[in-house]
Nanobody, 126 residues
């Protein structure tokens, strides 16, 4: 059974950092693309970052470029999202998602992902 579990969310002040983790089980990262998405209250889900089965990562939102970095540890079967210089507008529930994907470039739309975690709350507040 394929499962994803996020952790690392919490309350942080503006300018602070958090590292989210997405631990996967039931499959290996080598065959799957994994994406991070977020949804703030009253807003649509937004793609944040994704990483391909080959390890190529990219940011999906212009607002996080230069601040967020996606990475993975194959041995730990975990994908990370390092978030620096956090802003009030980064407050949202962050979810990771996965899909079996042969391409070199990870899908940028949430509809392209099949398996989802429950999400972790990130709150940026002073």
């Amino acid at each position: 059974q394929l499962q994803l579990e996020e952790s690392g969310g919490g309350l942080v002040q503006p300018g602070g950092s958090l590292r989210l983790s997405c631990a996967v089980s039931g499959f290996t990262l080598g065959g799957y693309a994994v994406g991070w998405f977020r949804q703030a209250p009253g807003k649509e889900r937004e793609g944040v970052s994704c990483i391909s089965r080959y390890g190529g990562g990219r940011n999906l939102a212009d607002s996080v470029k230069g601040r967020f970095t996606i990475s993975r540890d194959i041995a730990k079967n975990t994908v990370y999202l390092q978030m620096n210089s956090l802003k009030l507008e980064d407050t949202a529930v962050y979810s990771c998602a996965a899909v079996f994907h042969r391409g070199y470039v990870c899908p940028d739309q949430s509809s392209g992902y099949q398996y989802w975690g429950q999400g972790t709350q990130v709150t940026v507040s002073s």
